[in-house]
């Protein structure tokens, strides 16, 4: 099948032709005569061309800047060597004109003209002043500029500079380096090092002698004083912390371990005279061995009953018994952390045959109304190590006190280091075993508060 070929049409058979029309412009209707002006030269004529010698005309552009109409101006220039026969002839040389300004609070401007190998370097450009009514134009050589602006940098005098470079210490050059490179983290200590740090008085003469302070200081120093009168010592302060911890009331001081902590000082005389013992040493009389429901309790009853005069041994004891009992009755708490109470009369029930004095001691000093708290709950542990070292003669193996009290070997030692005793691992008689052994013995070790370290974020 033939390929059916079709022929460009040339430009001059286009049947259709663009007309040729004018376009009318409509003038504004003249209401007012008008005066007459003087009738414009069709001619132009350049009656001189000009080239300044010293300060030429300038055409200056601003490419990316706003330049402020109120801005002045500083014109240098230098002359430049050519090797032109006309221009030595003529006795004239090219000079290279730079405009500065500093007027501006923050920015300095330059202008600059194009030099060799720019892209209008090989142009010339020309200003003109016509006079209509000669007709004609007079033409002067400008020089073209573009006008750059540069912030000013605020840069201290070369001498102070290195006066401050030569005082630097290597603690300070520590510190600007971590200032600059260092995490958020080691900049926030080293601008708290910076707000508390004082600097030290020089010297008032060569002698060394400390500098006297001046009147402001001294009033500074007063006002010191009258502040911090009333604030507590260091000694206060740790007392304070001290009494605030739940461990039992002992005398620190004293030179003897068994004067540290005392049946007196822990229980009370009078709750110590009330609690009876009568029944536990008829039985003990008739070799009838007392069953109680603590193992450590039952395993001491005939030891301590058989010594010579046992009754103060024996109601601290059972002191120790009543208290466990009593911190063994009590239940889970509504809230968190805490323990309930039974009722009281449940209560008096649990602790058969102690007195009423000696119940409601226990509850009081251990409960705030009828709840154990955290506080109330490690107060009653304390307690029961700080006795249990007594009737031990303070050294004693741990797990009859810990099966009775429902406590593990780090939750006893814990307790026990509270009360400023010691705690050890020894191997048991089975190979294979191990026995923890507590010993409160003098210097007193209290644990140390521990301060956690905050971790960066």
Request: proline letters at 7%.
């Amino acid at each position: 099948m033939a390929e059916h070929k079709e022929k460009k049409r040339k430009r001059g058979e286009d049947s259709g032709s663009r007309p040729m029309k004018k376009v009318a412009i409509q003038t504004p209707i003249q209401t007012t005569p008008q005066p007459a002006q003087p009738a414009q030269p069709n001619i132009v004529k350049v009656s001189s061309i000009q080239q300044a010698k010293n300060c030429p005309p300038v055409i200056a552009t601003s490419p990316g800047l706003c330049v402020p109409n109120s801005l002045k101006f500083q014109a240098y220039s230098t002359s430049q060597p050519t090797q032109s026969k006309r221009n030595q002839t003529a006795g004239r040389q090219p000079s290279s004109l730079l405009l500065h300004s500093s007027s501006h609070p923050k920015l300095d401007f330059t202008a600059k003209e194009d030099g060799p190998g720019g892209r209008e370097s090989h142009l010339k450009h020309y200003i003109g002043v016509f006079d209509p009514q000669t007709g004609k134009l007079s033409v002067i050589e400008a020089k073209k500029m573009a006008v750059r602006g540069v912030v000013r940098s605020q840069k201290p005098p070369e001498d102070d500079t290195a006066d401050i470079q030569a005082s630097k210490t290597m603690m300070e050059l520590r510190n600007d380096l971590g200032q600059a490179f260092g995490t958020r983290k080691a900049k926030k200590a080293l601008e708290a090092i910076t707000e508390n740090a004082i600097a030290p008085a020089k010297a008032a003469n060569a002698s060394g002698d400390p500098q006297k302070l001046s009147s402001s200081s001294l009033a500074l120093m007063e006002s010191i004083n009258e502040v911090t009168a009333g604030m507590a010592s260091k000694e206060d302060l740790q007392a304070a912390a001290d009494a605030a911890k739940p461990v039992p009331p002992g005398n620190f001081d004293a030179q003897e371990i068994q004067n540290v902590y005392t049946p007196v000082g822990l229980i009370g005389g009078e709750i110590l005279n009330s609690i009876p013992v009568k029944d536990w040493l008829e039985q003990v009389k008739k070799n009838v061995n007392s069953q109680t429901p603590s193992a450590f309790v039952s395993s001491r009853l005939l030891t301590i009953a058989g010594g010579p005069n046992p009754s103060p041994k024996l109601r601290t004891l059972r002191y120790l018994d009543f208290l466990i009992r009593f911190v063994k009755s009590t239940r889970q708490g509504k809230e968190r952390g805490t323990k309930q109470l039974p009722q009281r009369d449940k209560l008096r029930d649990l602790l058969k045959p102690a007195p009423q004095p000696v119940i409601e001691n226990i509850r009081r000093k251990f409960s705030t109304s009828g709840i154990m708290r955290k506080f109330h709950i490690d107060l009653a542990y304390t307690y029961c190590c700080a006795l249990a070292a007594i009737l031990s003669n303070y050294s004693f193996d741990t797990a009859q006190i810990r099966y009775d009290l429902g406590l593990d070997e780090k939750q006893f030692a814990q307790y026990f280091r509270e009360i400023g005793g010691k705690v050890k691992v020894k191997a048991g008689a089975e190979k294979g075993t191990h026995v923890q052994m507590a010993t409160l013995a003098l210097p007193l070790e209290f644990p140390k508060v521990k301060y956690q370290r905050s971790r960066g974020r």
